[in-house]
């Protein structure tokens, strides 16, 4: 793989965490400040992990036996550059005016979606690695080159929401991230 390669591969995965440490650092404040419970905010994650184990492997086999125009990864990866942000946004634009059963009934499914969406992108990019090159040696390179990307997302992550979202609320901060998400995502496909 060449040096531009490793970069992109890092960068994609720099942008897909961007929403994962979103979501898992603030989803839950966001819906307690727009009113939902703890323990309803603790059931919906709860709900979507139960998902999550279902969702992983179905998607894995998924990927495997089914043969998209385009390879067999990168058109999983281009519609994942596209899913994440957009479910991300929905995540945090849940509308004040709707009944608490109706805010509840919007974050779960917005969570499930999201995880899908993630989920077309974490299969077929740690696959991507292994069939870019058989070289350990060159494996490791772009592994490392997504780590960091991973630890580099973070950071931004921890720095920004705490300091954008009480100045221009939590729908804007969002969806700025979720900008920065499909800008870095979209060069590997």
Known sequence: TTFGERFLYGLYAFGAILSYYAIYSYFQLYLTDIGLSAVVVGTIFIISKVWDAVNDPMFGVIVDKVHLKGGKFIPWLKLGAIAIPLTTILMFIIPSGLSMTFKIIWA????????????????PINALATVATTDTNERNRMYAGAGFGVYLGGILVAILVPMLYPVIGWSFTIIALSILCFISMIPLP
């Open 108 to 123: 779960l499914v917005s969570l499930i979606f999201w995880d899908l969406a993630y989920t077309m992108y974490d299969t």
